[in-house]
């Protein structure tokens, strides 16, 4: 337990790092500027899509609905919640050099395998099956002659 808080506030900094980059990286350009308290939601749209968006971007409101939907159901904090999904997303990309999966794509098909009831169960291991499933690419079936 204690070795997950600590990896859970370990991608928590690296969240953060990420956005202070993409905003500095942004500054002066014609770029939306972060609000200056932004939401999880909010950083969470910016790590999708790479660059600082609007405060009032869809995305936003898109990532704001899934945490609502994923913290319903997972014993996880909202924090907790997200820093998995990025978790889970990083993976993906390190793994897979074909994958198209956005991180909101990950949050939303996480949200869709969760079992009504989890019991014991923590949210955490439903990102980490989710990433290693999709780990690697699935062989196409080929027509038979």
Request: hydrophobic share 45%; aromatic share 6%; glycine share 4%.
């Amino acid at each position: 337990m204690i070795r997950r808080a600590q990896r859970l506030a370990g991608i928590g900094a690296i969240l953060m790092a990420a956005i202070i980059l993409l905003v500095a990286a942004c500054k002066g350009d014609g770029k939306p500027s972060p609000p200056a308290s932004p939401s999880l939601e909010y950083k969470l749209a910016t790590i999708n899509a790479d660059h600082p968006v609007e405060v009032d971007d869809p995305l936003v409101a898109e990532f704001g609905a899934v945490l609502d939907n994923l913290e319903a159901k997972c014993p996880e904090v909202r924090a907790a919640i997200a820093n998995m999904a990025a978790t889970a997303w990083e993976e993906l990309g390190k793994q897979r050099s074909d994958a198209k999966f956005s991180l909101l794509h990950v949050m939303q098909n996480v949200y869709e395998l969760l079992p009504a009831d989890l019991g014991e169960r923590f949210c955490f291991e439903f990102f980490q099956q989710y990433s290693a499933d999709n780990a690697t690419p699935q062989p196409t079936p080929t027509p038979s002659p």
